[in-house]
C-alpha cells in the first residue's frame, strides 16, 4: 500500500476576497475519527467518517473515510453538480456508472462524473474506501440527517433528503450476489489500476520512490489532483509552501512525521493531517515502506 497525497488548487479569484475563511494551521485526524466528531455510519454499521469538511475548503471538496464491514452499497444515485471518486484501500467492489461495470481490488481507482446514475457495491467481506466528492455540496447535511433519522425513517423521507442534497435516485442497489457483468473500459468516467498512472506517465521522488497522478486537474478543472505516493526510503521534501494550495495527506502505510510551521505530528497508518496553503511544511517518512 502506499501514502496518498492529495493537492487541492482553489481558484485564484478566492483569495482576492477577505472575507472568506481557510484553515490557518493543519489539523489531523486519527484512524476512526471524524471531523467534527460526528460519526455517519452507511446502515448504522459502516463507519463512513467526514475527513475533509466544505468547511475546510470554502466548499470545493469533501472527503470520507469508508470501512464496509457488510457486502452492501448504496443505491442507484447519480450527484447533480458533483463529481466523485473512489479510492479502493482494501477489498473488492463491483462499480457501476451508466450501465457499464467495473470490479476494483485494493489500489485501483475509479472517478464518477456528475449527472451520471452510478452505484457500487463490496464484494468482500471486509472493505475500505477513501473518496472525494468535488464540489463538496450538501454530503456532509445528507449523511448527518440521514443518521438522525435512523432506521424508522420512510421511504419518502429518506428521498426528499436525498433532493434536498443535490441527489437524485434512479433505482435499487447492487447486489453482492448477483452476476455482474464487467465492461471492458467506460464510456464516462475512468478507471485508474494498482501502480498506474492517469496519464500513463511513471513520476519519481528521489529516482526510487513512485509518485503517481491518479486524478489531474485536467479532469477537475483545476480544482483538485490527487497523488499515489510509495515511498521506498526514510526522508521527504525538503521544508516548502504552496501560495494557491491546500495539501492533504492520507497514510495507509508507514509512519511519518510532518512538520507545518512550528509544529510536528505523527502520523501511521489510517491517519490523515490538512495543510493550509503558505505555511511552511514538510513531512520524513520514518519506516522503511510507507
Request: with cysteine; hydrophobic share 35%.
Amino acid at each position: 500500500m502506499s501514502t496518498s497525497l492529495i493537492a487541492l488548487p482553489f481558484l485564484s479569484f478566492l483569495q482576492s476576497f477577505s472575507f472568506l475563511k481557510l484553515p490557518q494551521k493543519a489539523f489531523i485526524l486519527k484512524e476512526g475519527e471524524s471531523r467534527f466528531g460526528f460519526p455517519t455510519p452507511f446502515l448504522g454499521v459502516n463507519p463512513n467518517d467526514l475527513k475533509v469538511s466544505s468547511k475546510d475548503t470554502l466548499g470545493k471538496l469533501s472527503t470520507f473515510d469508508y470501512v464496509g464491514n457488510q457486502k452492501a452499497g448504496p443505491s442507484l444515485h447519480s450527484h447533480l453538480n458533483q463529481d466523485e471518486v473512489f479510492y479502493v484501500l482494501d477489498g473488492k467492489y463491483i462499480f457501476q456508472l451508466g450501465n457499464e461495470k467495473q470490479l476494483l481490488n485494493a489500489g485501483d481507482l475509479i472517478f464518477l462524473p456528475r449527472t451520471i446514475p452510478h452505484s457500487w457495491v463490496q464484494i468482500s467481506e471486509k472493505g475500505h474506501l477513501y473518496y472525494f466528492l468535488q464540489p463538496a455540496g450538501k454530503m456532509e447535511e445528507f449523511f448527518i440527517r440521514m443518521t438522525e433519522m435512523g432506521a424508522n425513517a420512510t421511504a419518502a423521507e429518506r428521498a426528499q433528503v436525498g433532493i434536498d442534497s443535490g441527489i437524485k435516485n434512479h433505482g435499487p442497489s447492487l447486489s453482492a450476489t448477483d452476476e455482474h457483468i464487467i465492461s471492458n473500459s467506460l464510456s464516462n468516467g475512468f478507471v485508474v489500476r494498482a501502480g498506474k498512472s492517469r496519464l500513463g506517465e511513471t513520476t519519481w521522488l528521489n529516482g526510487i520512490n513512485r509518485n503517481d497522478i491518479k486524478v489531474s486537474a485536467k479532469d477537475t478543472g483545476s480544482e483538485l489532483s490527487i497523488f499515489e505516493y510509495n515511498g521506498k526510503e526514510k526522508g521527504g521534501p525538503p521544508l516548502h509552501l504552496h501560495y494557491h494550495q491546500d495539501e492533504v495527506f492520507y497514510v495507509s502505510e508507514g509512519d511519518y512525521i510532518f512538520q507545518c510551521a512550528e509544529e510536528k505530528y505523527k502520523l501511521g497508518k489510517g491517519d490523515m493531517i490538512f495543510l493550509p496553503r503558505e505555511i511552511p511544511h514538510t513531512f520524513a517518512q520514518i519506516t522503511d515502506n510507507g
